[in-house]
């Protein structure tokens, strides 16, 4: 193919359009190798990229190969405007579809997932490579031009930056939980607070802190104080408590008391996780209840239950986190001080966290969040790379992509990269991408609430989220399209330019 053509959106004399062999592509598209590229993309109309953004916000673009030649890409712009960097694509294949316990999947295929940063600022690839365009949060508004190579072509790319500025670093929304162990064991490091292990971890949470998140463990008040420095910038902290005795809750309770006084931050504990039985909702009100006596209880050490909220709990739970509550609870019993988040997803009340599903699944869930008001979203593990809660060994994450599966221990329930959003390493995943996709979306929407535009911002909102978690009916309701989704982010920015005419 001549350089001239190779970058191209195909529409033939009917005026049908075609997969073009090579596209560029925003972040919020995913699909399995096999499946051809859109016609159309959302920042790309053939012969220039357009992107848009405000100061503080990372951009995604990937370049989508559909010919199966192997071609060199780099992508350039300003250093006053933005920082790129550049990644190549590792995909998984999936031979069996994820089982409906987290929705539809989109089935078995190569999907890519796996983000390895380039050497240097050009990305070989016969599939995919994928550009982080990371604007300055010092950068003047205005629009610059920078180019896309591929090959020998030269696509221009136009960065138009706006007036508005977002920090995802402060006070990330969602807590990825994660086990120690599984960071020791992927490094060759020994399991416990050492310092090598310590500031392994700490290089984890600062991937995932880069993206919205923050990784925290609920670990026992004498495994704490190495991880101490990890506190930061969050209103939330998820702690554990030794519940072999009433005496060793209580202990606990007063240490973490201790240990978290005048921080500004909030200790929260899930004692029970998702009690299902009548057995098990008793134990967790009976930890809640020795808890409260020991001092425990909002507002310095909330008693969480993944569940919804039930009068069987009485006033014994401070926290409950389940879609279920969201906004049936939530609303009226906010006053009472009770605390009502969610957890991980499954459409239509929120995306999933699999590999096998639509591009933008996890985009949702900061739409979600500031639509309906949500403090906190918990991902139930961010670096399962060993499936111990079903009696499973490591797994080797790059050619087996179930991560959690029940049928080991008699269970029928499976998911391809359930709990994994990012691979040892740390190496990003292209779904940890989406979700930053998601949360700079909702600090944009705050941007404009802060700058007088909430009415307009809740409009969007509306239109773009109808309805979610409990009021969810039985499809999605959020958009279906990543042109949908970008014609969303397109709205919220034309607004922040309207209202935020005195940020400088």
Known sequence: MAAASIVSVAINTGGCHRSPDIQVLSESTRIAQSQPSPADSAVFDGKAVYLRGVRG?????????????????????????????????????????????????????????????????????????????????LSPAGRYQGKLKIDERVVPVFLEVGRGRIDLRSNPLVWVSYAPEEIARTTGLPDGDGPQLIAKEEEYDALFRAHGAYLASDLLPTRFAARRRMVHNVTYWPVAVDTTSDEAIEQDVKRWL?????????????A????KTAARKERARHIAEVMGRAGGGRPRLLRGVTDVASPFYGDTIDLFIAPGNIPRFSLARAARGEHFWTYNGRPPQAGSMIVDTDGAALRTWG???????IELWYAWEGLYFSDRNNQGGPTDLIHQPITFDERRKGGSDWGNGDGVLAYPGPLPSLRLKMLRRGLQD??????????GGVKVGQDIMHRTVPRALAEAGEVPAWPATAAAWERAHGEVLDAIETWCNDVP
């Not at 201790?258 to 899930?270: A, C, H, R, W, Y």
């Open 367 to 373: 739409w979600i969040a500031e639509r309906y008001g």
């Open 442 to 451: 909702r600090l944009l929407l705050r941007e404009l609430a802060a700058c």
């Open 272 to 275: 029970v996780d998702e009690p």
């Open 57 to 137: 916000e990372t951009l995604g673009l990937q370049l989508r190969i559909s010919d199966g030649q192997s071609r060199s890409a780099s992508l350039t712009l300003p250093e006053s405007a933005a920082l790129v960097s550049s990644f190549s694509v590792q995909s998984l294949v999936v031979s069996e579809p994820s089982t409906d316990m987290y929705g539809p999947s989109s089935g078995a295929g190569v999907y890519p997932d796996v983000l390895v940063p380039a050497d240097g600022a050009t990305v070989q690839s016969n599939d995919l490579a994928f550009f982080d365009v990371a604007i300055a949060p």
């Open 258 to 270: 201790e240990l978290f006084q005048g921080t500004g931050v909030t200790p929260f504990t899930i």
